[in-house]
Each structure stands twice: as structure tokens, then as C-alpha cells.
């Protein structure tokens, strides 16, 4: 059984930085692709990036490339969203979420786990 919480959500000024954590009590992190996603207000659910199981890939939007990075340590059986030069516009819930298979995919519909986000909010 997955279970995903995330943490490290908060108030930052823009240009400051925030490390989000999203870990498995299940401990079965290691078997499965993670996505970050967000949510901002008025807007639908939208992909943040993406990790392979090993750890050894990452796929970004192109909104957050060069800002944010993602990392798994799976041996924590957690992923951790790291994210640099915050602006306003990322002002969001972010949430992690899990998929099996092969692939990486930016579909929502395409992660079978979700947790249960953490605002994260940049002041200007």
C-alpha cells in the first residue's frame, strides 16, 4: 500500500527557496516513478516534473527547468522537490504522486497515488 505525505510547504519571499518532501509509509517508494504536481488557485492540476524509480532521470516543465530539481533517495523512500528562485506564479498546493510502469508520463491521469499537497506560497 502507497501512502504519500508531503511536507516542507510555506510562505516564501520571491526569489527565496523551499525543499518539498514527499515520503512513503508504505516503503515501497523505490518500485515506482514519481511526479510533482501543482495546483494554483482558479487553474487545473498541473505537471510540476518527474523522476524515474532508480533515481537516475528527471523530466521538467519547462515553467520550473533550470529552478526546480527533484531527487529520490530511496532508501528513505522519499522524493524531494527542491525549488530555487521562487517567483509568485508558483504559488500553488503541490502534490507528489506515484506511478507504476515503465514511463515517465505529465498526465494527471496517469499517477494511481496522490498525497495530500502542501500550499506553498511565494509573496512578491
Known amino acids: 500500500q502507497v501512502s504519500l505525505v508531503e511536507s516542507g510547504g510555506g510562505l516564501v519571499q520571491a526569489g527565496g527557496s523551499l525543499r518539498l518532501s514527499c515520503a512513503d509509509s508504505?516503503?515501497?517508494?523505490?518500485?515506482?516513478?514519481m511526479g510533482w504536481f501543482r495546483r494554483a488557485p482558479g487553474k487545473e492540476r498541473e505537471f510540476v516534473g518527474g523522476i524515474m524509480w532508480r533515481g537516475t532521470t528527471t523530466t521538467y516543465a519547462d515553467s520550473v527547468k533550470g529552478r526546480f530539481t527533484i531527487s529520490k533517495d530511496n532508501t528513505k523512500n522519499t522524493v524531494y522537490l527542491q525549488m530555487n528562485s521562487l517567483k509568485p506564479d508558483d504559488t500553488a498546493v503541490y502534490y507528489c504522486?506515484?506511478?507504476?510502469?515503465?514511463?515517465?508520463?505529465?498526465?494527471?491521469?496517469?499517477?494511481?497515488?496522490w498525497g495530500q499537497g502542501t500550499q506553498v506560497t511565494v509573496s512578491s
Open positions: 508504505g516503503h515501497t517508494l523505490s518500485k515506482y516513478n
Open positions: 504522486a506515484a506511478k507504476d510502469g515503465v514511463t515517465m508520463t505529465t498526465n494527471v491521469s496517469g499517477y494511481k497515488y
